[in-house]
């Protein structure tokens, strides 16, 4: 089933679950940055947590820059630019409660996390854990810290006087643009987007898998979560940060990493 969802400043965006009527647990997928629900070979995951028993839920972010009616790639750069990370966060919770209202309750609500995703899932599950029945938090490839994905100095003074800033998208050669209000509101809300500190509240809740061989997060990152939550980093040996996929993904075989992080999952979810 595929529907749309209100996200941060009732801006309308996309969402599929799928969904059995003898389900009783949920997992809700996030996307990274420049990511999109239909990205790559994420349906194959989605079909496979399906027919392990649970519903599954992939969404686009409010502001990534893609539209309710074309979810694939960034065809509003505007909203890409307007992003912020507690429009992020807002997002998150906003699908939860959208799934909760307009569907059923669930005996619990997983969260899986890709790259900036994975940061997202932390900070989401930290606040929502108190009041609904939150299962466990999945890191796949997730950041640690948001403030170091910002310039400093002489670039980041640029950017402020110019109030905008551009970033190449390497596959669809796009300039996209971003606004200084994406730090400022990093600055504003420092507390609450403290990943880290997120994870600590998390323990054993929270599992962490990364790749050694991700060159966009780097395998660090995950030590530091893990040593946050006090709990053991999975490592995928031979993987990048997005396990083997690539986009589009026209084959119909799995990424080999890909489907052992999907297995090693499920056996996370399992216990």
Known sequence: MRGIYLGSEQRKSAFELLQDQ?????IVFIHGFMGFMDWGAWYMVAHY??????????FNLSHNGGTAEQVIDFPDPESFGNNTYSKELFDVKAM???LEKENRTYSKIHLIGHSRGGGMAILAA???QHRSPLGKVIS???ICDIGRRFPQGAELEAWKKSGQRTIKN?????DLPQSFQLYEDYIIHETTLDILNAAKHLGDKLCIFHGD??????ITEAYELAEAAKQELQVLRGADHVFGAVHPWTATSWPPLLKELAEKTRQALDQ
């Open 96 to 98: 939860i409660n959208h």
């Open 170 to 174: 390497s596959r669809t050669k796009q």
């Open 126 to 128: 930290d606040q929502w």
């Open 22 to 26: 003898d389900n009783q647990e949920l």
């Open 140 to 142: 796949w490839a997730g």
């Open 49 to 58: 947590f399906q027919e392990a028993g649970y519903d599954f839920c992939r």
């Open 213 to 218: 061989q991700d060159e966009s997060v780097a």
